[in-house]
């Protein structure tokens, strides 16, 4: 917040500013000009932004109130200072020094599939299980994912591997039905700005992962976590996943720069998805890498034993032995960059 006293104002009209302020907990900035004194308001306003400012704007001398702080209030680094770890249960955290690693296939096909790629991305360090139950694809005549049944499996192998698990949920009516056997909601890039589905993951307790829509902005994001934390569940989750540009060598562009920018501007852990950032399994180990250096808490990535056989997403996935290669990566650009991948 920053307060302009205009000509004729006096010492103690910039006194009184700086004492409410103090009152406030915030610290006051004063810059002395010739004609007019400008004071900046620093800290943490804990929700009472909207109403310091009504008041500076009755006090003596005052000329001018201008708001800096973002649209979103409670996704905003400047109203919090303090960043936010996601327990999504089984001891497995999302933020804090630990980089979070979440793999396993585009969709939950069968139970023997799933049970060999998960023992096989749980050995390498994963801690969460990844795997669609619904599906939205561009055509309707593509696998749309096994329901309810794909939720069981995914429940069932998340339990006996030790893992968390995942998983995206594309309409209010199935927020019930998902939250009975995942940790975590997907809210997919498609559906990230589904005010209604925002609404209504908000209302559960369960954690929310939060894909950047395709041609959604950095604001646009923060402004749909808004939407999650404001119905009360402020356990979310950012994950960018590549916008649309007009390079079409890359199934998107991976916008790596989101990483530090997104932590700048919010408290919320932000994770990347080089799997569909690029849609090509060569690309996908150095982005994985240069997402973490960049400072992401976590690496989402699509993991198939038969890609050729693959329901969804085969062509991007990687295979166990190359998931396994690439943790050892991880693990050294973590620890490079003062994380740990446990
Ligand atoms: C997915 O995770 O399989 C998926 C469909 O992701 P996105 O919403 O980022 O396209
Ligand atoms: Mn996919």
Not at 81 to 86: D, G, H, K, L
Not at 197 to 224: F, Y
Not at 307 to 320: R, T, V, Y
Request: some cysteine; glycine content about 10%; proline content about 4%.
């Amino acid at each position: 917040m920053i307060i302009k006293l205009g000509s004729g104002h006096t010492a103690e009209h910039v006194d009184a500013v700086c004492r409410l302020a103090e009152a406030e907990g915030l610290k006051p900035v004063v810059e002395y000009g010739s004609l007019i004194t400008v004071i900046c308001f620093i800290g943490t306003f804990n929700g009472r932004y909207q109403a310091i400012m009504d008041q500076v704007r009755t006090m003596d001398g005052v000329d001018e109130v201008i708001k800096v702080s973002a649209p979103y209030k409670l996704a905003s680094w400047l109203e919090h200072r303090e960043r936010t770890v996601v327990d999504i249960g089984n001891n497995i955290r999302v933020g804090g020094q630990e980089v979070a690693l979440i793999a396993g296939p585009c969709a939950v096909e069968s139970a023997e599939r799933l049970d060999d790629i998960a023992r096989d991305v749980r050995a390498a360090g994963a801690t969460i299980l990844r795997g669609g139950a619904f599906k939205p694809r561009t055509s309707p005549y593509s696998f749309r994912g096994g329901g309810e049944e794909a939720l069981k499996i995914l429940r069932d192998t998340g339990l006996k591997y030790g893992m968390a698990t995942v998983t995206e949920v594309m309409d209010t009516r199935q927020v019930p039905l998902v939250e009975r056997y995942a940790d975590m909601f997907q809210i997919g890039a498609r559906n990230m700005q589904n005010f209604n589905l925002l609404d209504e993951v908000g209302g559960t307790n369960k954690p929310v992962l939060l894909k950047r829509g395709m041609s959604a902005t950095i604001e646009d994001l923060l402004m749909s976590a808004e939407y999650v934390l404001a119905r009360g569940n402020r356990s979310v989750v950012l994950c960018e996943r590549g916008i649309r540009t007009f390079e079409t060598s890359t199934r998107n562009t991976f916008d790596v720069s989101a990483v530090p920018n997104l932590h700048e501007k919010t408290h919320l852990p932000v994770i990347v998805d080089p799997s569909h950032a690029t849609g090509r399994p060569e690309l996908i180990p150095s982005m994985a890498l240069a997402g973490i250096a960049a400072g992401a808490d976590g690496v989402h990535i699509e993991v198939h034993n038969a890609p050729k056989e693959a329901l969804s997403d085969g062509p991007q996935a990687l295979l166990p032995a190359q998931y396994r290669e690439l943790v050892t990566q991880m693990r050294r650009v973590a620890e490079a960059v003062g994380r740990v991948i446990k």
